[in-house]
């Protein structure tokens, strides 16, 4: 059974969890600080930008290197003072 927002939200650590569909329109999320919806749907028009990317690339080397990269299953991003990990169908 999948971790749900709110069991996300309870790492150590995490601030915010959501979930977006493929084209990117964030479905739901859950905050310990304030997040405008606005913030909301941005960062998961991002997600879904980087993960199309992530599954294009996961296929091209597949192609190129004859080992197995897809389905391309998670991402990580860390920069500044936030690491982002998306992982499963859209949980971050």
Wanted: net charge negative; aromatic share 10%.
């Amino acid at each position: 059974m999948p971790a749900t927002l709110d069991d996300l939200l309870q790492i150590e650590g995490v601030t915010v969890a959501f979930q977006y569909s493929a084209h990117g329109q964030c479905t739901d999320y859950r905050a310990k600080k304030t997040l405008s919806p606005e913030m909301a749907a941005m960062i998961a028009r991002y997600c879904a930008l980087v993960t199309m990317t992530f599954n294009t690339l996961a296929g091209a080397f597949t192609v190129l290197s004859e080992a197995n990269w897809i389905p391309q299953r998670s991402w990580t991003c860390t920069g500044g003072d936030y690491t982002v990990v998306v992982g499963g169908d859209g949980y971050l």
